[in-house]
Nanobody
Framework: VQLQAFGGGLVQAGGARRLSCSAS????????VAWFRQAPGKEREFVSA????????YYSDFVKGRFTISRDNGKNTVYLQMNVLQSEDKAVYYC?????????????????WGQGTEVTVSS
């Protein structure tokens, strides 16, 4: 299973950006796909997840109301729409797939990872 994350770049504070995570074949069906992020000098942290088959979503408190996770079944792609970006959102964003049946924010359950895409927020 190969995941590819893209869409990062430079954005002004208060702006928006959409990240995409694609996979070959039906790699997402029946699984949970999540976005994590890692800022310089910090641990990787959970951002949001979607149970791909049914569309159930889950968000961390610090992005709730600003970020939206969604998926396109036909394209085997998961998106992360990020609005009202803040300097604290600057990080490398990773998408990952969980082998666990239920939606989870626990990083240990995610066994396939994309390469990361960097989001820089300028003030």
């Amino acid at each position: 299973v190969q995941l590819q994350a893209f869409g990062g770049g430079l954005v002004q504070a208060g702006g928006a950006r959409r990240l995409s995570c694609s996979a070959s074949g039906r790699a997402f069906i029946s699984y949970t796909v999540a976005w994590f992020r890692q800022a310089p000098g910090k641990e990787r942290e959970f951002v949001s997840a979607i149970k791909y088959g049914v569309g159930t979503t889950y968000y961390s408190d610090f992005v709730k109301g600003r970020f939206t996770i969604s998926r396109d079944n036909g394209k085997n792609t998961v998106y992360l729409q990020m609005n009202v970006l803040q300097s604290e959102d600057k990080a490398v964003y990773y998408c990952a797939r969980s082998s666990r049946g239920t939606i989870t924010q626990d990083i240990q359950w995610y066994d396939y990872w994309g390469q990361g895409t960097e989001v820089t927020v300028s003030s």
